[in-house]
């Protein structure tokens, strides 16, 4: 579990990088107070990566706005490090094109600023869990626009079809990660615990040789795995 909830295990390592000084504070202080380990705060994009290849956050905190470097360059620079962090990001802008643009350089989550404090601490848990955590109906976009993509591919199932076998238990947890539910939700719904669900994802992911949920769902998609109506 995620730091914050009295656990044994070490902190989650996050680092916050937004460009507004006072947000930035309070968005690491509030982090601090809920048990997690702030590793760094910065306000520039360029400085983040060398930072994140230093101090290795599990989470970053990202913000879009960044005044040498635009956040989705700063995700796609995390996700092609040697250990890439899951990012989320915390963004004033709920504008369908930063979303995907977001999701697709790999963020694992989306956030808008307005998110109360429980939302943004729940958020960040989530997110060092593995979920793909997002602002309340950007889920369905994301969701939208990858079904909309694999629709105008039509030979990717053809393709794929030799690739690598899922048990009929990771292949029915992964219809309901595509479908956006959480590791909590399908935990309940298949009467299992949350660490076998996240083991589950886990071989999945390595079996298909994928890095995050993001790319689980697109897979789904693509595999006709995914009953999004």
Known sequence: ?????????????????????????????????????????????????????????????????????????????LGASALPPRVLVLSASAEEADVLEAVKAGASGYLVKSAGREEFLDAVRRTAEGDAVFTPGLAGLVLGEYRRLAHRRPGVQEEQRDGPRLTERETEVLRMVAKGLSYRQIAERLVLSHRTVQN??????????????????????????????
């Open 1 to 77: 579990m995620a730091g914050g909830e009295g656990t044994e295990r070490s902190p989650v390592r996050v680092m916050v990088v937004d460009d507004h000084p006072m947000w930035r504070e309070a968005v690491a202080r509030d982090l601090t107070e809920a048990g997690y380990e702030v590793v760094a705060a910065t306000g520039e994009g360029r400085q983040a990566l060398r930072v994140a290849a230093a101090v290795r956050p599990e989470v970053v905190v990202l913000d879009l706005r960044l005044p040498d470097l635009p956040g989705v360059e700063v995700a796609r620079g």
């Open 200 to 229: 589950h994802v886990q071989n999945t992911l390595s079996k298909l040789q994928l890095h995050n949920r993001v790319e689980l769902v697109r897979y789904a998609i693509e595999k006709g795995l995914a009953d999004l109506d």
